[in-house]
Each structure stands twice: as C-alpha cells, then as structure tokens.
C-alpha cells in the first residue's frame, strides 16, 4: 500500500518509475542466472534504499505471495515414481521464484512511494484519448470501491459464520458470497453514473500535473540501461555479426 | 434561479412528477418534501438536467439544462442520498477535485477551489486521508464539498441528514444555514420536516408528482401530515 | 459560461454508466481476490477472482467485461493491492501466476461472447443452460492454459509439472465456482435492468 513520504523515489516522476519496473523485469527474464540475478538483487536493493523501505518491510506485506513462489520448486522436485524427489529439477524453478521476487520487490517500492493520482496521471499520459481518460478513471474508482466492496464481503462472512452458514457445501457458500457482493453492484453503478454526471463527468478534464526532473532523468537512464542490458542476449549475435 | 414549466416525467405509464411549474429563487433555502414515491428525487434531478423532461422544460438562470447541461451542472450542483455510495476517489482532496477538472480549469483554480469547498464544511487541510476512514458525518461534509467545489448558485441535496446522528446532522445544517447567507440556495429533499423546519424559507410539498403544497413551513406546518411529510416540533 | 459549455466534452449517460459497472466489477474481482477457501489439493490457497471473471463475461458481455478485467489488471499494475495475497505492482503479473491473471480479459471476452451469441448483451434468462456451462467452460480453458503457459515460461516449469500442478489439481475448485456462477445466473437474486 501507499505509504507517503519525502524520500527520493516519492519525488520521482511515476512515468519514470514506471520504465524502471518495466525495464528491471525485462532484464530479470533475460537474465535469469545465479549470476544475472546477483546484479538484478543489487538494482533492487538501490530501488529500495530510494524509497526508504527496508527489505523485510517489502517482504512482509508480499507474504502471502510466498506460498505462489514456493508452490513452483516443490511441484516440480517431486516425482511420481521413484525416487520421489529429483531436487535438481527444482533449480530452474527455484531461480525463476526468485527472480519473481525481485520483480516484486521492485514493484513494492513503486506501489509504496505513488499515490494512486500520480498513476492515473501516468496512464493517461501514456494512453491517449478517451481510452487513457477511461482507464484513469476507473483506476481510481477501482481505488475508492475496492475497501467498499471487501466490507460488503467481510460482513457477509460474518454473518454466515454467526448463522452456521459453515456447513452449507462450499459452492452454496461461494454463491452465497458472490450474490452478496454483486447483489449491490448493479444499483451502486447506476447512482455512480449519476453522481459523476452531476458532477460534469467530461472527456477532457484538467489532468493532474506531472514533473520530469533532473532526479527521473537518472531514473529513465536507470530504464535503458536495463531495457539495454535485457536486450543483449538477443542482440549479440547481430552485433557480433556486424563487427 | 431554477424554473420549471408544465414539467412531466413519466416511468412507464405513471406520472412520476405531473405538470410541476415552480420557480426557485437564488439564495433561498427551499424544502422539497412529500413521502416515498411523491416523485420529489425525479423532481430534482430535472434540476440540473441529469433526467430528460417528457414534457415541459426546465430552465436555470434562463437557459434551458437540456441545450445546457454543463451550465446547468454547474449552476446547479446535487449531493445524492447516501454519499458513501457517490465518491470517485479513495482520498478526500482527490474527490473534491473531480468536479473543476471536469470543467478542464487551471491547476490553480482548481487548487482554490477545493481550498474553499473545504474549508466550507471545514475539512480544509485533510485532503490526503481516505474517505473510508472518515466517520458518516464527515463523509457527508465532503459530498457536501464535492459539490461546492462545482461553485454553484444553488446546491440540492437529496435526504442529506439519513443515517447521521444527531451532532452530525446539527453540523451539516450549520453548514447549509452559512451557505444559505453566503447567497448559495439550498434545496433540501426530505420526508421528514423536524430537521430542517427552523432554516427553511419555503417548503414545497409533493403529492403523487404535483405540487400539493407551497409556503413558508408556519403556513403550510398544520396540513403536512395529511400529505405523509413528518412536521416540525413545536 | 458559453465557451464552457462548448469546451467541456461530456460524456453520456450510457457510457457514464458502462464505465461505473467496468470498474464495480474490476473491484469485484479485486474483492473476490480477498475470500479463499480452503483446498487441500493446493499448497496456495484458492480464491474467487475466477469467479468475478465468469460474472464479468456474463453480466457484462464479451466488450465491457473485458474491458473491466483489463482494469482489474492495470489497477493491479500501478499498486492497488487487488491481485491474491493483496499483492500489487507489474511484477505479479510476469510472475508465475501472471499467466492466469493475463487471461481475465480474454477469458471474459469468450464467456460472454458464446454466452450472449455475439458481441451484444441479451438477457441471461435468455441464455440456455447448455450455452451457458459452455461458455463458462471455455473461459477455463483459456484461463488455464494461458495460466500453464505462465507456469512454465514465468515460473520456470516444465510443462508436465503445469499442467498436473497448475491445471488438474485446481479444476475441481474451478468446477465449485462454476456452479456456483450458474446459480447465481440463473437466480433472481442479481437483476440487470
């Protein structure tokens, strides 16, 4: 989640954020060796020092990722026959987990250090038009109804816990579940649209400003570098065949 | 100033608001009151041009809202029934500013006019904190400010004291009153009188979508309980 | 006032309300991402967001609900913790489960087109069981093989070991949310004006 603050990755331009996750997962598959990945853990560890985020503190809000990263390696150790385990199999998988969790530190720091308006301002620079306005827009909706409708959900729960809805059969209470979250979508879209028309919803809005400093022009070098350093293994035949 | 003339709006076969010609004067405090399904909400939504007449017209300041909805938008803004349901934006500074950039204003204008909104219902300075953790009184007053933020003539608002206790309820009406003698008219639609009878000019009252009723609350008080409308306390 | 109302390009009350829906779903699933329930056959646990897919294709239609579960995805990408485990940030999505999340919008794109017979929404009343178990059907598949393919690309698996570990072990839970998207198709309890 957000978390504001002063540090150098809050004051960075969230386009220029944004190349940088691009451009580090890019160079994360490219590169996924002991080796490539050793220099991938040190760009991690700079994006996290410039959001002042200790590592740990990353980690522990992506914990419940870690039962997805371990699920890959030990799907993959066992073997169905003798001898049952084949722990060599897991090293592809193992490495690709981990360069899933560098990809998602790097994330972390982005998503700890932009509000969502700064996103917004970035999408709908990045996609032009009505799609860009559409999809700001929504991404910010998206940020409003999300706590609205986990409520709903959390109370449903509740209150077929307190009911002894626990013995009905699990699809019963899936539907259950979802009757309850969607039951209220279609009436709270309707007074959302009006709302928003009240307030003279426009294709064309003032749209939140955005600053490309001295500070993003590193950044956005950080970017190229990386999209450059992914691009290598591809390129160097071609190069080499040039020279 | 808001004008109705021979207004209709129909759902289906019924006449949800049925030849309605009212005028409402800038800087009044107006009441639209009658029981569920008077046809008062529908009323007011053709005030800003959110509904389409079937017959009739409405005019705002002279233009009609149908040729000029951004006009009318403007001059007329709406805070909806339970705005916990109406906020665009996770944080309050966010959702206030929804409004002016619509209107595509300059960074600077729109900045002064959040600024403004807020501190109107005195919410300036916690533009970052998020709706959800405020309390419902709180989330009334940046509805409220959401739509200030529009600078309208008049502001409608649509059972704005539903789900409030009582301290929330006194200090949004505190609001609406300062607004009222700062020039804005406030139009306030409700079934229940008790709350707004003491700041209101003018209570207009609605029977099965005609105006049933219309006068200052002490002239109209005796006869609103036969048209389902809770009357003020003595 | 005039140059406003000129200059201001308002957008309409059907687009108004295509764009509201969009996003309530796209928080639906951000929702759904929330609730899991308990599977043995899974070391992860399994949660909805399948489900808010299948509702999406179908209330929504092939056009707006993949657009919606494109939202979900963006919304993700730029930090709202939407995705399973409140996780967010583009690198979920290249990560070994971002092969099932990449196949939302196409997967609502499919249910709804063979659930509404075309690009247009009818009423689900309208839509024959049959046609309907199908469509859903063919959501999973390309839920899951796109999700395989995420498996052994992102994840680093061979293929054999995604398909057992990524695919068949999950598609009884997917079987649960089916029906369970069905009833709720079928019920009165959702209606769309």
């Known amino acids: 989640m957000y978390a504001p603050g002063t540090s150098l990755a809050h004051r960075l331009d969230p386009r220029a954020k944004l190349a940088v996750q691009v451009g580090f997962a890019l160079a994360a598959f490219a590169h996924t060796s002991p080796r490539g990945l050793l220099v991938g853990t040190g760009v991690v560890a700079c994006c996290l020092w410039a959001a002042r985020t200790a590592p740990w503190e990353a980690l522990t809000e992506l914990r419940l990722l870690v039962p997805f990263l371990l699920a890959g390696p030990l799907v993959e150790v066992v073997v169905l026959g003798p001898p049952w385990l084949a722990p060599e ?46 999809l700001g827009l929504c991404v910010g909706l998206v940020a409003r ?41 279609f009436d709270r879209s309707d007074r959302l649209a009006l709302a928003m028309r009240a307030r003279c919803l426009s294709w064309n809005p003032t749209l939140p400003r955005l600053r490309f400093g001295p500070a993003d022009a590193v950044a956005l070098g950080l970017a190229l570098a990386l999209i450059g350093w992914a691009l290598t293994p591809a390129l160097a035949p071609v190069l080499a065949s040039l020279v | 100033m808001i004008e109705t003339r021979g207004l209709v709006h129909r759902y289906g076969e019924s006449r949800a608001v049925d030849d309605v010609s009212l005028t409402l004067d800038d800087g009044a405090f107006v009441v639209v009151a009658g029981p569920n399904g008077s046809g008062k909400t529908t009323l007011v939504r053709h005030f800003n041009g959110l509904l389409t007449p079937d017959e009739g017209a409405v005019l705002v300041d002279g233009d009609d809202v149908t040729d000029h909805p951004v006009t009318a938008r403007s001059s007329v803004a709406m805070v909806f029934q339970d705005p916990r349901e109406c906020f665009v934006a996770a944080t309050v500074g966010a959702d206030v500013t929804f409004g002016p950039a619509n209107l595509g204003l300059s960074h600077e204008t729109i900045a002064e006019r959040r600024q403004t909104a807020l501190r109107a219902v005195r919410m300036d300075g916690r533009e970052d904190e998020r709706i959800d953790e405020l309390s419902g009184g709180e989330q009334a007053r940046v509805a409220i400010a959401g739509a200030l933020a529009m600078e309208p003539t008049h502001l409608v608002l649509d059972e704005p004291f539903a789900g409030l206790d009582w301290p929330a309820r006194e200090a949004v009406l505190d609001h609406l009153r300062r607004l009222e003698e700062g020039g804005t008219g406030v139009v306030v639609v409700t079934h229940d009188l008790r709350d707004v009878a003491t700041a209101a000019d003018r209570v207009v009252v609605l029977s099965e979508g005609r105006v049933a009723l219309d006068g200052p609350p002490d002239a109209v008080a005796d006869r609103l309980a036969e048209f389902g409308v809770r009357p003020p306390e003595r | 006032m005039s140059t406003q109302e000129q200059s201001v390009d308002l957008v309409d009350a059907a687009t108004a309300l295509a764009l509201a829906r969009v996003a309530l779903f796209a928080a639906l699933a951000g929702a759904f991402a929330f609730v899991s329930f308990e599977y043995p056959l899974s070391p992860a646990p399994v949660t909805l967001q399948v489900l808010a897919v299948f509702l999406a294709g179908l209330f929504l239609g092939p056009v707006w609900g993949s657009v919606s579960m494109a939202v979900y995805l963006v919304a993700g990408a730029v930090g709202l913790p939407v995705f399973a485990g409140a996780t967010a940030g583009v690198g979920v999505l290249f990560g070994p489960t971002g092969g099932y999340l990449l196949s939302y919008p196409l997967a609502a794109g499919v249910i709804g087109h063979l659930a509404h017979g075309g690009p247009s929404l009818r009423s689900l009343d309208d839509v024959g069981l049959p046609r309907l178990v199908g469509s859903l059907v063919a959501g999973v598949v390309v839920i899951y093989t796109v999700g395989t393919l995420g498996l052994v690309y992102f994840g680093g698996l061979g293929l054999e070991a995604a398909i057992v570990g990524g695919t068949l072990v999950f598609l009884p839970a997917e079987a ?17 004006d």
């Not at chain 1, 996103?119 to 559409?134: E, F, I, M, Y």
């Not at chain 1, 626990?166 to 579940?177: G, S, T, W, Y």
Request: no cysteine; hydrophobic share 50%; aromatic share 4%.
């Open chain 1, 89 to 134: 199999q897991a090293v592809a998988p193992a490495l690709a987990s981990y360069r899933t969790l560098l990809v998602v530190l790097v994330a972390a720091a982005y998503v700890r250090t932009t509000p969502t308006r700064e996103s917004q301002a970035a999408l709908q620079w990045l996609v032009p038009g009505k799609p860009g306005r559409a």
């Open chain 1, 145 to 185: 109804y999300l706590t609205v409708l986990r409520a709903d959900l959390r109370r449903t729960r509740t209150a077929m816990r307190a009911r002894l809805g626990d013995r009905l059969p699990v699809h019963e209470r899936i539907r259950l579940v979802a009757v309850a979250g969607l039951g209220r979508v």
């Open chain 3, 176 to 192: 649960l949310k089916l029906v369970a998207a069905v009833g709720i198709a079928r019920s009165d309890d959702v209606a769309l």
